[in-house]
């Protein structure tokens, strides 16, 4: 049997992982082995239907990949990383059905019958403090898991974490889609997104260019830190921090201007609502240089401490806690960049 070793032995275990699924990777086309039932989501890259396997009726949550718009080595990629990844009890299942049809690649996933946790954010609202902590728990402990296996999950975002129940008692990571070995190089990133960091949002080149100014960056864990920070502030006020970490964001700079110099700046409003030592735990997440960023379990000390101010009774942070003009949380939001 093959022996996953230290850290940096994880990406050459899913290299040969991928050498041996594409050797055995069987052709079927997919009505003929499964019952499709609906489709139970849609992400930028692919779709995922609830079927049930036609000879013993087991239910299944089954990726389907266009070939058109996927490359075989891509999907092997995701295939075998959420593979590797399945045993964690806070990342999705896999049943070990890995297949291409004339025009898709798919993988059956364990179905995980509850929504994901963009679709229980109230806009403009969030979700219970109670509620985000349970998640905030869970999702350190699945990247601790990822990022020991020398791996970045890189697609951190509510979209991405499924719930087995409202009350996210228990909640499991899912798309694997953009995961990479920790030090491998992008050149550039063709848009932005929220949960991208600072160091991620500076690879998208000028207008005119093919390539931005700065090196090729290279692929770490702290990329996830920054994104769950975004994804607390997100689901805990229903709105994005800001649209992305660039100096023409108004929100970003405001915050970059407060983590810098911290004793002369004011808290920005929008985040007037967290207590201090919440704040502490976001800037540690929300750390500006990625090198002195700590790892997504720093949250595991702050989840006994309280989050959220008690409400205002003067409503001094107004009705939402001084964030009137930021961009809520809603469907057009469901979006991941390419990277390349
Ligand atoms: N195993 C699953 N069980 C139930 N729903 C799922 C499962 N996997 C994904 N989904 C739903 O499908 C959506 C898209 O799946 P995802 O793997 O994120 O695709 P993409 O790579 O296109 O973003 C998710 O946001 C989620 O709502
Ligand atoms: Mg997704």
Redesign the pocket.
């Known amino acids: 049997m093959m022996e996953l070793g230290p850290a940096e032995d994880g990406g050459s275990y899913i290299e040969e992982l991928m050498e041996l699924t594409a050797q055995s990777l069987s052709r079927l086309e997919i009505q003929e082995h499964f019952n499709v039932i609906k489709e139970?989501?849609?992400?930028?890259?692919?779709?995922?239907l609830?079927v049930t396997h036609r000879c013993r009726g087991t239910p299944m949550?089954l990726?389907v990949?266009p070939k058109a718009s996927t490359k075989l080595k891509g999907f092997l990629r995701e295939y075998c990383i959420s593979l590797r990844l399945s045993s964690h009890p806070c990342i999705?299942g896999l049943f070990g059905i890995a297949f291409q049809s004339d025009e898709h690649y798919g993988f059956a996933?364990?179905?995980?019958?509850g929504?994901?946790l963009?679709?229980i954010i109230k806009p403009r609202v969030g979700i219970s403090e109670r509620v985000v902590k349970r998640c905030a728990v869970q999702i350190a402990s699945a990247l601790e898991f990822i990022h020991h296996l020398g791996l970045v999950h890189r697609?951190i975002k509510p979209?991405?974490v499924?719930l087995l129940d409202t009350q996210c008692r228990h909640v499991?990571l899912?798309?694997f889609?953009l995961t990479q070995k920790r030090g491998t190089f992008i050149r550039y990133i063709s848009s932005t997104l929220p949960y991208m960091a600072p160091e991620l949002c500076a690879m998208v080149p000028e207008a005119g260019q093919e390539t931005p100014k700065v090196p090729p960056l290279s692929i770490q864990p702290n990329l996830d830190t920054w994104a769950f920070g975004v994804l607390l502030f997100c689901i805990l006020t229903g709105f994005f921090p800001w649209e992305n970490c660039t100096s023409t964001d108004s929100f970003y700079e405001e915050f970059a201007e407060w983590r810098q110099n911290p004793e002369t700046t004011e808290v920005p409003s929008q985040w007037m609502r967290f207590t201090p030592v919440c704040m502490e735990m976001f800037a540690k997440l929300l750390t500006l240089e990625p090198n002195d960023r700590p790892t997504a379990d720093v949250v595991k000390g702050y989840v006994g401490k309280d989050w959220v101010r008690p409400k205002c009774p003067n409503g001094l942070m107004g009705e939402n806690g001084g964030v009137s003009s930021m961009t809520t949380l809603s469907s057009p939001c469901?979006s991941?960049p390419v990277l390349q």
Do not use: M, T, W
Request: hydrophobic share 40%.
């Open positions: 139970i989501g849609r992400g930028k890259y692919g779709r995922v609830l949550a990726k990949l999705v996933q364990e179905l995980v019958v929504r994901d963009f679709a697609d979209e991405n499924l499991k899912a798309d889609g469901r991941s």
